[in-house]
């Protein structure tokens, strides 16, 4: 009998731990939408990802960016600014069909661009994206260092970080 309960407690804490893992380390939501076919919801909890990555090939660890090499130590001190900056629009462009526009909003930089067809909104914590430049070594970016960065800004809980929307679909990616 005391067997029996003590297999019933385990198993029943295990969904318990998971939740817990869950929640602790962040949950990426996928979203896609399109006009013409099913609606494809993925969520991938933060820690799933982290484990997945150690067993990834090593070119799927880091990603290129050579361009960012001699402009991280700007656009990290860039980002610092920001954070310490008032709310301010900090590009504006109208081109006849299309329009973006840059802004500070609290912590974040949210970018907008629209076009006939298109509608695009960004949202960049800057917490995150100062946590992301920390993980560039001069010529690739850590994938491991942006998972860290969504898990551990609690500014992103739900927040839309893309949306796409356009006449055949509609994408949201956020985290929970």
């Not at 990834?56 to 130590?73: H, I, K, M």
């Not at 860039?78 to 008032?86: H, I």
């Amino acid at each position: 009998m005391f067997v029996l309960k003590t297999a019933a407690v385990v198993l029943l804490s295990i969904p318990l731990l998971l939740l817990g893992l869950v929640a602790s380390s962040g949950l990426v939501v996928v979203d896609v939408k399109p006009s013409d076919g099913p609606r494809i919801v993925v969520p991938v909890p933060l820690f799933l990802a982290h484990a997945a990555l150690s067993f990834a090939p090593q070119e799927a660890t880091e990603v290129e960016v050579p361009e960012l090499g001699e402009y991280s130590e700007i656009a990290g001190r860039l980002v610092a600014e920001l954070r310490d900056c008032d709310d301010a629009v900090l590009v504006e462009v109208d081109d006849r069909d299309d329009h973006v526009l840059i802004e500070k909003i609290g912590d974040e930089i949210a970018i907008e661009v629209s076009s006939d067809d298109e509608e695009v909104s960004v949202r960049i914590p800057l917490a995150a994206a100062a946590e992301v430049l920390e993980s560039y070594d001069g010529g690739r970016l850590r994938v491991a260092g942006v998972l860290d960065a969504l898990s551990s800004s609690s500014s992103l809980s739900g927040t839309d970080l893309v949306h796409v929307r356009s006449e055949n679909e509609e994408v949201k990616i956020w985290v929970w």
